[in-house]
């Protein structure tokens, strides 16, 4: 195996049989140098969860020039941390996580597995992505993704990206894109989050459901117009999250109690 | 009950039995009227994860005049929702989460089921503070940070906190304080994560593990320093995300592909 080609570490939330990270590896082959690590089952909503009490484990299933496969029982963030410390043989120079079957934009990126393991392979200091198309339909069509998803991950090699930041890449589900569009983070929060699933005699059992209410609707600069708008919405992700405007106020009235 | 006493809800991520949580419902009873919803058992490193495969389920375990427990299947995160959206009564005026056994300054933030609870607390728009001891310890002694959980949550309560800002407060394990410094996040990451658990046959079976590197050692501003030092540290944190520095940057490089 040649060892100049980029080396890129991909895993998703969806697990290793989903349709989505098939297409990412088919698209962003030709790349460099391939090491999936991924769940053996969905893992969706796993946010930044780590496997802290029982031991993780990995399996190779398949294996060809520049492309292995793993399968892990742990969470996304476990499959990026044990592709990045156990098993490659070099550091990754990137990691991409996708493509999401359903949409990771505005405030999904603090519940999405997907995003956690691109938070996960920011802060271990490598440039990472994630692609996310906003259909749940496990049979999707990544088609329409395939040169967006390759001239920006190349676009990524070459160029990097800032210390601490991630991308957060999602395509709508239409059927052609008006262009890409950098975008800030859609503000916004669930309502109605739970549906019953009453068991004999307990009405106590709930799905996780609910909707979504856009508090930036009007805001042309979010993720989420860009969405509703045809766009591919593109937004970077800081992962700095100290509020700094707010430690000279918040330590005054500290010293006051 | 009356209704114009604040609602606090509480939650942690070591579960409603730790000792962490007794303690923090114990100092903070006198400000207001409780309700405790806690995953039924723990759940360290969590973060801000989701039950989405099955139904959660929510049962009373102890109730008195301005007190009630609740313990829950799911996540912290879950635990969050499920309080605000189907049994509180009244709209909660406060999250508070903790007090947690171990450590959750710096980058721990994106993998604490702590971190992950109040992080949910806020983007619902309601004041969330997180408290944790640098101490893992099941049985370690909370009674020192009586006085700053209860002076620190009585000041939230009365002059709230920055939409879309919540605390992380960490207290070393010392005997006694220098004081509370707010602090930024310390910039590190985990190296060394995984120790082998081999099983017969098969070498891909490990515990997580590692230890941090901080790589914001001589920062005195960051909450690593803070702790080191003795200090109680306060992160102020914020969920607005978006590097929005380098929006028109990469717009212009998106223009080009």
Redesign the interface.
């Known amino acids: 195996m040649g060892t100049d080609r980029p080396l890129i570490v991909i895993t998703n939330d969806d697990g290793v049989m989903s349709k989505g990270i098939d297409a990412l590896i088919k698209y962003i082959r030709p790349l460099g140098e391939i090491l999936v690590m991924a769940p053996d089952s969905?893992r969706?909503?796993?946010?930044?969860?780590?496997?802290?009490?029982i031991?993780?484990?990995?399996?190779l299933l398949h294996k060809e020039i520049d492309l292995a496969v793993y399968k892990c029982s742990g969470?996304p963030?476990?499959c990026v941390?044990?592709a990045v410390?156990?098993v490659c043989t070099r550091r990754p120079d990137l990691i991409v996580a996708g493509i999401n079957h359903g949409d990771n934009s505005s405030?999904n990126?603090?519940?999405s597995?997907t995003m956690?393991a691109v938070?996960?392979g920011c802060?271990?200091?490598i440039h990472s992505i994630a692609f996310s198309l906003c259909s749940h339909d496990p049979n999707a069509d990544f088609e329409l993704l395939s040169s967006y998803v390759c001239?920006?991950t190349s676009?990524v090699i070459k160029?990097g990206l800032?210390k601490?930041?991630c991308l957060n890449i999602n395509f709508p589900n239409v059927p052609n894109y008006k262009g890409?569009?950098?975008?800030?983070?859609a503000?916004g929060?669930?309502k109605?989050?739970?549906d019953p699933?009453p068991r004999k005699g307990?009405q106590?059992?709930?799905?996780?459901g609910g909707e979504f209410v856009d508090e930036d609707s009007d805001d042309k600069?979010s993720d989420h117009y860009a969405l509703a708008n045809g766009y591919v919405a593109?937004?970077?992700?800081?992962?700095?999250?100290?509020?700094?405007a707010?430690?000279?106020k918040?330590?005054q009235?500290?010293?006051l109690?």
Not at 44 to 53: C, D, H, K, P, R
Not at 234 to 244: F, G, M, N, R, V
């Open positions: 969905p969706s909503g796993a946010s930044g969860s780590l496997t802290v009490q031991p993780i484990h990995y399996q969470t963030v476990d941390k044990l410390d156990e405030t990126v603090f519940n597995g956690g938070i996960e802060l271990e200091g001239s920006i676009w160029e800032p601490l930041t890409l569009k950098v975008c800030k983070m503000r929060k669930w109605h989050e739970f699933c307990d106590q059992y709930f799905w996780l600069l593109i937004t970077p992700t800081k992962l700095d999250i100290t509020d700094y707010y430690i000279d918040l330590q009235e500290m010293d109690l």
